[in-house]
């Protein structure tokens, strides 16, 4: 079983700058894919930005060129760096970490996730 621990987020005024970092119990393997979520209040889950082992990034639409993610100099740690709030981005965000395992017959996927994070932005 992976835990991933959170840290990072409170309360910011807009145009600030947080960062989140995310950890992972296990450093045996490097994880598929490790990112974050968000959700704001009475709204559902959403993909803010991950990072694939191999070091590709994929982010939302709504936090490209203000977000950064990146892995940590030890094996599967992650970090989002978010400037320039906005209201909008009031949420709890949350860890997330993929496994992929695979043999000649099947593939499985496994989904982790963190306890969360709160992030308000309010002046």
């Known amino acids: 079983q992976v835990q991933l621990v959170e840290s990072g987020g409170g309360l910011v005024q807009p145009g600030g700058s947080l960062r989140l970092s995310c950890r992972a119990s296990?450093?045996?393997?490097?994880?598929?894919?490790m990112g974050w979520y968000r959700q704001g209040p009475g709204s559902q889950r959403d993909l803010v930005a991950t990072?694939?082992?191999?070091?590709?990034?994929y982010y939302a639409d709504s936090v490209k060129g203000r977000f950064t993610i990146s892995r940590g100099d030890a094996r599967n740690t992650v970090a989002l760096q978010m400037n320039s709030l906005k209201a909008e981005d009031t949420a709890v965000y949350y860890c997330?970490?993929?496994?992929?395992?695979?043999?000649?017959?099947?593939?499985?996927?496994?989904?982790?996730w963190g306890q969360g994070t709160q992030v308000t932005v309010s002046s």
């Open positions: 296990v450093t045996s393997f490097c994880l598929d894919n």
């Open positions: 990072l694939t082992c191999g070091g590709s990034p």
């Open positions: 997330y970490a993929l496994r992929i395992t695979t043999t000649p017959s099947e593939r499985r996927e496994y989904d982790y």
